[in-house]
């Protein structure tokens, strides 16, 4: 069974940091790309970050780069979005995904295989 459990969501203002962090079990985490989509009422899904370690792929939306990181940790099956300078347009639900072959340098894009339950993030003037 495929599990995620994702933490590190919470308030912040504006300026702020935040470090989610999606612990994965249930799939082969080495081969598969892990990263975080975002969803904000009103507002399409959106690709926020992934990195692939079996090809060292990372990538970042326009909108974060530059202020997100992501990274993993294999043998904990882990992954981190460490977020810098947060804004309040980052206010969303950020969701934990999983999938084989749709992280690339150009894009995190749906449909993908796996999905978390997600952590809100909010961001105050």
């Known amino acids: 069974e495929v599990q995620f459990v994702e933490s590190g969501g919470g308030v912040v203002q504006a300026g702020g940091s935040l470090r989610l962090s999606c612990a994965a079990s249930g799939f082969p985490f080495d081969d598969y790309a892990v990263g975080w989509f975002r969803q904000a009422p009103g507002k399409k899904r959106e690709g926020v970050s992934c990195?692939?370690?079996?090809?060292?792929?990372?990538y970042y939306a326009d909108s974060v780069k530059g202020r997100f990181t992501i990274s993993s940790a294999n043998d904990d099956k882990t992954v981190f979005l460490l977020m810098n300078s947060l804004k309040p347009e980052d206010t969303a639900h950020y969701y934990c995904?999983?999938?084989?072959?749709?992280?690339?340098?150009?894009?995190?894009?749906?449909?993908?295989?796996?999905w978390g339950q997600g952590t809100q993030v909010t961001v105050s003037l």
């Open positions: 995904a999983a999938d084989w072959g749709r992280c690339s340098a150009y894009g995190w894009r749906e449909p993908v295989e796996y």
């Open positions: 990195i692939n370690s079996s090809d060292g792929t990372v």
